[in-house]
């Protein structure tokens, strides 16, 4: 069993920050992926989202997912479904301007506590990308900057759970596929698991972990490090045990962000040979993105080498 990267920031500004560093630098090379333990998120306020996520699904959700199924008949295959996930899903927009106010069933206190937890999560994203400006040799707040676009960066979550399954094997809770954006920060459920990555052509749970909180890299920073840093396959098993918890915030450029390498990560040779990511508009990239989620990463990147000229060359430091 490989060792799945945990990392506790509780030392981040003392003693330990070299020794962290280094781990969350291997993480980012390695792994793509890695949990992190005393990221400083109140673990009441954690606890209280979980109850509330649960109590919502069981309220507002549970029956909807069931008949779902059953008019889908995904209570009954006897083949591999490739075009469906097991999940039963909803989603939240907290920048560039909330939506919370919006979204049906939610009750105030669950509102109150999913903003608050919002909040403090967008705060870590930040520490983080700095942290990862620091390991590459980028100034600090460049992630940031390049993720801003005219209106700041996009900042939602989807909160899922993965019902209990009589078909495992045949259904995925979530089929496997690379995130499109920037930086991931997921609470999942302690004690059902289902989150795998791809690492080394091995299928590697992420494990569950009380007050944890999963990062993983997306499709944006694959661009910005030239593939220094790469987004990784992942997916979720649907379970027989239970309904597994699932609260997954995405901080992502803005629509109107221009992507493409940080020049100070550009070796001559690297572009000598041409070995360089496209420069493109986030939302161009979300247009491929929606058609070809399930697909491997690679033909989406190239489908946007060549079309933005009109954005002109990256600047070689």
């Not at 469906?84 to 939240?92: I, K, L, N, P, R």
């Not at 620091?134 to 909160?159: C, D, H, I, M, Q």
């Amino acid at each position: 069993m490989m060792n799945f990267p945990i990392i506790s920031l509780e030392r981040i500004n003392g003693e330990e920050r070299k020794h962290t560093m280094e781990k969350i630098k291997d993480a980012c090379e390695n792994w793509g992926f890695f949990e992190l333990v005393n990221h400083g998120i109140p673990h009441d306020l954690m606890d209280t989202l979980e109850r509330l996520t649960k109590e919502h699904y069981r309220k507002c959700m549970e029956q909807r997912f069931r008949e779902f199924v059953s008019n889908r008949g995904l209570d009954a295959v006897q083949t591999e479904v490739k075009d469906m996930d097991w999940e039963s899903t909803f989603h939240v927009r907290h920048l560039p301007e909330s939506n919370i106010s919006e979204v049906p069933d939610l009750s105030d206190e669950y509102r109150k506590v999913m903003k608050e937890f919002a909040f403090r999560l967008e705060k870590l994203a930040e520490e983080l990308l700095d942290l990862l400006c620091e390991n590459l040799g980028l100034e600090k707040g460049y992630l940031k900057k390049a993720f801003y676009g005219s209106r700041g960066p996009t900042f939602g979550t989807k909160v899922a759970n993965y019902p209990q399954c009589p078909n495992p094997e045949l259904v995925k809770g979530l089929r496997a596929h690379t995130d499109a954006g920037g930086i991931i920060l997921l609470f999942q459920d302690d004690k059902v698991s289902g989150l795998q990555l791809l690492k080394d052509g091995e299928w590697v749970d992420v494990p569950p972990m009380r007050h944890s909180i999963v990062v993983n890299l997306g499709d944006q920073l694959e661009v910005i490090t030239n593939g220094k840093y790469k987004s990784v396959e992942h997916r979720v098993i649907a379970q027989t045990n239970g309904t597994r918890m699932s609260i997954a915030s995405f901080y992502n450029p803005g629509s109107d962000a221009v992507i493409y390498p940080a020049p100070k990560l550009l070796e001559k040779e690297t572009v000598e040979k041409n070995n360089v990511y496209p420069k493109f508009v986030f939302e161009e990239y979300m247009k491929i993105y929606a058609g070809l989620k399930f697909h491997a990463k690679e033909p989406r990147f190239e489908a946007l080498k060549g079309s933005n000229e009109n954005l002109g060359p990256i600047a070689i430091i």
